[in-house]
């Protein structure tokens, strides 16, 4: 089972951008999907996107298509995400997920995952 460890999250202005890193632990990160998720205050949590074992697909929650883009270097055991216009309504925590032989789009259909990180949080003022 790998560990994931978020960073990047900060407060920004609407408009502006910012990008999420998630460092994965152990030898196996290419065997899992990864993905993100986020949870404003009150809220469930809920699918952002999510990035297949090899980078050939990926998958994306309609409130950040074309806004937001998921990457992974497997080489560094990690994952990424840039997330550009960003909106007040983006404001909440963010989780790094692995979900282990899973597809991008299953990352999407459910929560339950392998690892999740400790998450980090993402403010954004209007």
């Known amino acids: 089972q790998v560990q994931l460890v978020e960073s990047g999250g900060g407060l920004v202005q609407a408009g502006g951008s910012l990008r999420l890193s998630c460092a994965a632990s152990g030898h196996t990160f290419s065997r899992y999907a990864m993905g993100w998720f986020r949870q404003a205050p009150g809220k469930a949590r809920e699918f952002v996107a999510a990035v297949s074992r090899s980078e050939g697909d990926t998958y994306y929650a309609d409130s950040v298509k074309g806004r937001f883009t998921i990457s992974r270097d497997n080489a560094k055991n990690a994952q990424f995400l840039q997330m550009n216009s960003l909106k007040s309504e983006d404001t909440a925590f963010y989780y790094c997920?692995?979900?282990?032989?899973?597809?991008?789009?299953?990352?999407?259909?459910?929560?339950?995952?392998?690892?999740w990180g400790q998450g980090t949080q993402v403010t954004v003022s209007s």
């Open positions: 997920a692995a979900k282990l032989y899973a597809t991008a789009r299953a990352m999407g259909l459910t929560k339950i995952m392998d690892s």
